[in-house]
């Protein structure tokens, strides 16, 4: 189950082997604050895209409702029903008892904090898929799904309810997401989907008594390291979870198939019999390419700490850097021509093009065509430049260089 953004993390998605999406639209979502969300207009375009490519799409409804939010909210379950979205992501008992009674599909969110078999049951009679807490242990996690089975918990469809967990992306400190830093400080609630991350910060302790100040050194104390999974994949599915959710809706597309790709290959190779530790240890290396905090377990392994990021913001081992867009297309020749509005492209540049209907493209520049000077080594700020490429490119396209992630770009 994959992040969607934008239409062009949902492409990348698909392009990566998601089964599933989940996105938000405008308001009432945990990432509200984030620029990229759908609308409601966008509802029939999802699910017309999804249907076409068999993958399932889920819209995130999961922030707590006030009364001044209702009517908004039944709207939104009124045009997911319309669109034909498969279901929505919910946390609050308004939301959930008007789309069961309306008739449109629920899944609940992890922000109810589910935490054993008999929460399941009771909300068995509202949902057919349940995430569960994300800080809870694989052995507990593998109770929950034992009960289930032993006890024949159904849902609303008469199959066994199924348990989804979050397996890679962003940890927050606190308990399934309730947190009221942002709130506290900025009058800007995390549980609207409004948070300013005030954890993501450095911090200093003072003494109050003679004002000396301790600067926490090496570490952001309430920021933990991204979660990651893919290197004991083979135990948490042996748990009996039927879903794997992967966090990152204010990511890029690049992120995106990179990840689901890792775990797609990760999950094929656990039911054919070929995964090892050797491959999900490639797997992890190959993820440290796009966005992370540094990599850790989470609580699935039975850690009583977070293990905390040491830095600001991405580790990642390579960064994006703009370069300018796409122009025309010329499928009988498969070449692609962009318009280059930053730096300078080379031969042998590795290249990165995302699209609404695009996705995502890599390519590595063989050959360089220059405004109608023909085949050049490089191409400067300004130019019209084209590349063989077996990918169709749009107008609307971005275009980025790849680079390592201390290069500076002149």
């Known amino acids: 189950m994959a992040p969607a953004g934008g239409f062009d993390s949902m492409m990348a998605a698909i392009q990566g082997g998601a089964d599933s999406i989940y996105f938000g639209v405008e308001q009432l979502n945990m990432r509200a604050r984030a620029s990229m969300n759908f ?23 999961n922030t707590i409702i006030y009364e001044h939010d209702l009517s908004i909210m039944r709207r939104v379950v009124d045009r997911v029903k319309e669109a034909g979205i498969t279901a929505i ?8 008892a008007y789309a069961f009674r309306v008739g449109v599909e629920v899944h ?12 399941v049951r009771f909300y068995a009679t509202f949902a057919d898929v349940m995430v569960l807490s994300r800080e809870l242990s694989m052995v507990q996690m593998k109770t929950i799904c034992d009960t289930i089975k032993n006890e024949n918990i159904t849902g609303p469809n008469g199959e066994l309810v199924e348990v989804e967990v979050f397996a890679h992306g962003a940890l927050c400190m606190a308990v399934s997401g309730k947190c009221y830093l942002s709130l506290h400080t900025q009058n800007s609630s995390a549980n609207r989907g409004a948070c300013v991350q005030n954890c993501r910060r450095k911090y200093k302790v003072i003494d109050i008594e003679d004002g000396h100040e301790l600067e926490i050194d090496n570490e952001y104390i309430m920021s933990p390291e991204d979660l990651c999974t893919i290197d004991f994949l083979d135990q948490l599915l042996d ?15 690049e992120y995106v198939k990179c990840v689901v790709e890792c775990y797609r290959e990760a999950i094929e190779a656990y039911y054919d019999g070929t995964y090892s530790k050797a491959l999900g240890e490639e797997l992890k290396e190959r993820m440290t390419q796009v966005y992370n905090r540094g990599f850790w377990g989470g609580y699935y392994l039975g850690q009583e ?14 960064r994006k850097v703009y370069l300018g867009t796409g122009r025309r297309y010329f499928k009988n020749i498969s070449v692609a021509e962009f318009s280059l509005e930053t730096l300078k492209v080379k031969v042998g540049d ?9 996705g995502v493209v890599e390519t590595v520049v063989e050959e360089l065509h ?8 490089m191409a400067v700020k300004g130019d019209i430049f084209s590349i063989k490429l077996d990918t169709q490119i749009r107008p609307s396209d971005k275009l980025y260089k790849v680079v390592d992630a201390e290069t500076i770009e002149a």
Do not use: F
């Open 39 to 61: 609308t409601l207009e966008d509802l029939d375009e999802v699910a017309k895209i999804c249907n076409e490519h068999g993958v399932r799409s889920y819209l995130t409804l």
């Open 239 to 253: 748990t009996g979870i039927k879903v794997l959710k992967i966090e990152g809706r204010g990511k890029g597309p």
């Open 305 to 318: 700490m977070g293990k905390w990021t040491d830095q600001h913001g991405s580790k990642a081992k390579t």
């Open 370 to 377: 220059v405004n109608d000077d023909g085949k050049q080594e």
């Open 108 to 119: 609940i969110s992890t922000q109810v904090n589910i935490t054993n078999a008999e929460t």
């Open 350 to 358: 590795k290249l990165l093009i995302t699209g609404p209907t695009t």
């Open 89 to 96: 992501i919910a946390s609050d008992q308004a939301v959930i």
